[in-house]
């Protein structure tokens, strides 16, 4: 209930967004013992540690694999949805505003890099004299703040790409002391959302909504669509340690490409729960987790899948990831949930 329910919400909530914008994003999120209950958007690891973001700016760290959570210092109230580690200090969260966030010391404080006035400033001044471009770079600036950032790939601690909606797309190559537009408009010419990202070396591969499917051959320096197998909505994308490609999304749909996006084998997970994220826990080894908590696994680099049992009972999930002793840390609209494998 993560990408597709923000997705849905965001035209009737635009206006209430960006008149809430400038006190979301000059306060700091709200330090309380009830940052533990928050609806929480993603989680992943920092080295030994575990992070997980969600609503209102809320940040969670635990070092003891999920079982005790602290709260990070995190300068806006932005929902976050998307967080990702280069290592186990330095670190990207992006989320509603068109909030970038970036910590140095794995999670426990954070700094804002980019949020949505200054990336509509970026895309004004990217836009040159393209005449198209230059109206929706202005009809950004006019609308304010109100567009998020859906999906994050960390390629290093320098290198980072952003996605989010109305086709948003933005990289660092400095660490985050510059955020640049990505050259994302041809391919995506109806500013679709965009959902997922994911790099492979100097491809870089990009999800959204209706199927549609983006890659660069040249490390963001240009994109162009694929052809998609699909035309619903793609929630997100899982690039493998050997080379695989899987697109997910609505009502349990699932693609899997073994050349770079050229051809598509769809997985059958004999289930049509909407996924929202997946991992790979090791070479070979990858889950999918659906909405209602269950989980998918694959041995084979995600040839086929299997259910496995729900660990944490049914609850709205959003976001996955394994704790250094193996168990499932799954962030939800209850709060972080721990269970054994």
């Known amino acids: 209930m993560k990408r597709h329910v923000l997705a849905i919400a965001l035209a009737a909530c635009a206006a209430l967004a960006q008149a809430a914008a ?3 994003l000059a306060e700091p999120a ?3 013992p009830k940052a533990l209950g928050a609806a929480m958007l993603a989680v992943t690891r920092a080295g030994e540690r575990l992070v997980a973001v969600g609503e209102r700016g809320t940040v969670l760290w635990s070092d003891d694999g999920g079982t005790r959570w602290q709260q990070a210092k995190v300068p806006v109230q932005a929902a976050l ?7 186990a200090r330095a670190g990207w969260a992006v989320g509603h505003l068109g909030v970038i966030l970036k910590t140095e010391d794995g999670g426990r404080s954070w700094a804002r890099q980019l949020d949505g006035v200054q990336a509509a400033a970026a895309l004004q001044a990217a836009a040159g004299a393209d005449d198209r471009a230059q109206r929706q770079a202005q009809r950004m600036v006019e609308e304010g703040p109100d567009k998020p950032f859906f999906d994050l790939e960390v390629i290093d601690a320098r290198h980072a790409v ?3 909606a109305y086709g948003l797309a933005f990289a660092t190559s400095d660490g985050g002391a510059h955020w640049a537009p990505l050259p994302t408009a041809s391919a995506n010419p109806k500013s679709l959302h965009l959902y997922g990202v994911r790099v492979q070396g100097e491809r870089w591969f990009m999800a959204g909504e209706q199927g549609l499917l983006l890659h660069s051959t040249d490390g963001g320096a240009s994109f ?6 699909y035309k619903g909505s793609f929630f997100g994308l899982l690039a493998t340690r ?3 490609l899987i697109a997910y999304g609505l009502r349990g749909s699932a693609w899997r490409s073994a050349d770079a996006g ?4 769809r997985i059958e997970l004999g289930s049509a729960v909407t996924l929202q994220a997946g991992i790979e826990r090791a070479p070979g080894q990858l889950v999918l987790l659906g909405q209602t908590g269950e989980l998918f696994a694959s041995q084979d680099d995600g040839r086929s899948f299997a259910s496995l049992k729900t660990p944490a009972g049914p609850l709205p999930a959003a976001g996955l990831a394994t704790a250094p002793d193996g168990a499932w840390v799954i962030a939800s609209l209850r709060g972080i949930r721990r269970a054994a494998p």
Do not use: K, M, Y
């Open 22 to 24: 400038p006190a979301a």
């Open 30 to 32: 709200l330090v309380t």
């Open 81 to 87: 949805t998307a967080v990702r580690f280069a290592d």
């Open 162 to 164: 952003a996605v989010g």
């Open 224 to 229: 162009a669509p694929l052809a998609s197998p």
């Open 242 to 244: 050997e080379g695989a």
């Open 262 to 265: 050229n051809s598509w084998d």
